[in-house]
């Protein structure tokens, strides 16, 4: 049995406009970064509403512009101590769930480090309000055929089969935005039996049993394209992750790794624009390509996941990347060198098509 969990996480949400104003090349600006309150048994998740601006058309890296397109939005499942999450989108702040079905419709869930895309937004994300997103987990079977205001209702009860967690506040014009949208539900819901000595290198620094780390990444995948080149980004979902370099490791005997994003912080994608160093042909054979994770002040490698875990985790098939097409790289689970143990996963990847 589990307990409820009201927490409002953290919120990070990143765009090119924060990007251009401090001349870098990552992007952090769809949401403001808010703290995470105090678990509570009690109550309706309530506290202090993340909000920001929406994602704008000129970022950094010299001025490049992002093409425009139809709004997509791409979700992923980083909650690293649960198998799979189901998600309440509501209007904030009135939305009681009432006659709200949770997404996805299958009561399975999402599995934890698989993206879907939400197609059409409506009517799952509210048309014309701000909208807090729920997270829920545990025993998924229990939530079939209940709206979410009766499975949030279920979750506060004592010892119920699911723990909920209230995310940030998105503000409305996320949701109109001419952007390739991309929502990472991050860090530890909490529940039974889920505290162990490791626990904040699994969850984040911040994380108990009574405070879990529940929260929100939200950024904008770059739509930008070469011709003959493989287009790459990285975002980073992983709240027990520090600051990190990512590198990509050719097959070849002696090859050198390529850094794809330097000084990547938590709630961060990068760089911008994409990196486009390679060509299909210079990949070479998927299979032997790995994903390494730098410490940026000690250049040592602190983790390494090889490409074929990374595809395994992703609906993107080996023959589908191809030069001309641009795809994101998300980091997702405990922080490097954790080995996955306790009731958490281990930092992997998910690779996207930024322009689904």
């Given at each position: 049995m589990l307990h409820r969990v009201l927490s409002i996480g953290w919120a990070c949400c990143a765009g090119p406009l924060l990007a251009a104003a401090a001349g870098c090349t990552q992007d952090h600006d769809l949401l403001a970064r808010d703290p995470p309150s105090a678990a509570s048994t009690s109550g309706s998740g309530g506290g202090p509403d993340a909000t920001g601006s929406g994602a704008t058309t000129t970022g950094a890296g010299g001025g490049a512009v992002e093409p425009p397109g139809p709004t997509e939005l791409t979700v992923v499942n980083g909650v690293s101590d649960h198998d799979a999450i189901r998600i309440c989108f509501l209007a904030h702040p009135d939305g009681t769930g009432a006659g709200v079905a949770p997404w996805p419709s299958a009561a399975a869930g999402?599995?934890?480090?698989?993206?879907?895309?939400?197609?059409?937004?409506?009517?799952?994300?509210p048309e014309g309000a701000s909208v807090r997103a729920h997270a829920i987990a545990g025993d998924l079977r229990a939530t079939e055929g209940l709206d979410c205001a009766e499975i949030l209702a279920l979750a506060a009860e004592p010892g119920a089969p699911v723990v909920a967690a209230a995310l940030p506040v998105l503000p409305a014009s996320v949701f109109t935005e001419e952007r390739s949208l991309l929502l990472v539900a991050t860090g530890c819901l909490g529940g039974e039996g889920h505290t162990h000595e490791s626990e904040k290198q699994a969850c984040g620094d911040a994380y108990t049993i009574d405070t879990p780390t529940a929260g929100l990444v939200a950024v904008a995948m770059s739509r930008r394209t070469t011709f003959e080149r493989?287009?790459?980004?990285?975002?980073?979902?992983?709240?027990?992750?520090?600051?990190?370099?990512?590198?990509?490791?050719?097959?070849?005997?002696?090859?050198?790794g390529l850094t794809l994003a330097q000084?990547?912080?938590?709630?961060?994608i990068a760089p911008f624009p994409p990196f486009t160093g390679l060509a299909r042909d210079d990949l070479g054979a998927l299979e032997q390509l790995t994903v390494e994770t730098y410490d940026p002040i000690e250049a040592k490698v602190t983790a390494s996941v090889p490409m074929d875990e990374i595809l395994a985790n992703s609906d993107v098939t080996a023959t589908s990347i191809a030069d001309g097409e641009g795809f994101v790289l998300v980091a997702v689970g405990a922080a490097p060198g954790t080995a996955r143990g306790g009731f958490w996963r281990a930092l992997t990847y998910t690779l996207l098509r930024a322009d689904p």
């Amino acid at each position: 049995m589990l307990h409820r969990v009201l927490s409002i996480g953290w919120a990070c949400c990143a765009g090119p406009l924060l990007a251009a104003a401090a001349g870098c090349t990552q992007d952090h600006d769809l949401l403001a970064r808010d703290p995470p309150s105090a678990a509570s048994t009690s109550g309706s998740g309530g506290g202090p509403d993340a909000t920001g601006s929406g994602a704008t058309t000129t970022g950094a890296g010299g001025g490049a512009v992002e093409p425009p397109g139809p709004t997509e939005l791409t979700v992923v499942n980083g909650v690293s101590d649960h198998d799979a999450i189901r998600i309440c989108f509501l209007a904030h702040p009135d939305g009681t769930g009432a006659g709200v079905a949770p997404w996805p419709s299958a009561a399975a869930g999402l599995e934890f480090a698989r993206a879907e895309g939400v197609e059409p937004l409506a009517p799952t994300i509210p048309e014309g309000a701000s909208v807090r997103a729920h997270a829920i987990a545990g025993d998924l079977r229990a939530t079939e055929g209940l709206d979410c205001a009766e499975i949030l209702a279920l979750a506060a009860e004592p010892g119920a089969p699911v723990v909920a967690a209230a995310l940030p506040v998105l503000p409305a014009s996320v949701f109109t935005e001419e952007r390739s949208l991309l929502l990472v539900a991050t860090g530890c819901l909490g529940g039974e039996g889920h505290t162990h000595e490791s626990e904040k290198q699994a969850c984040g620094d911040a994380y108990t049993i009574d405070t879990p780390t529940a929260g929100l990444v939200a950024v904008a995948m770059s739509r930008r394209t070469t011709f003959e080149r493989v287009g790459l980004q990285v975002a980073h979902a992983s709240a027990a992750t520090p600051v990190v370099d990512v590198q990509l490791t050719l097959g070849q005997s002696g090859a050198s790794g390529l850094t794809l994003a330097q000084a990547l912080s938590f709630g961060a994608i990068a760089p911008f624009p994409p990196f486009t160093g390679l060509a299909r042909d210079d990949l070479g054979a998927l299979e032997q390509l790995t994903v390494e994770t730098y410490d940026p002040i000690e250049a040592k490698v602190t983790a390494s996941v090889p490409m074929d875990e990374i595809l395994a985790n992703s609906d993107v098939t080996a023959t589908s990347i191809a030069d001309g097409e641009g795809f994101v790289l998300v980091a997702v689970g405990a922080a490097p060198g954790t080995a996955r143990g306790g009731f958490w996963r281990a930092l992997t990847y998910t690779l996207l098509r930024a322009d689904p």
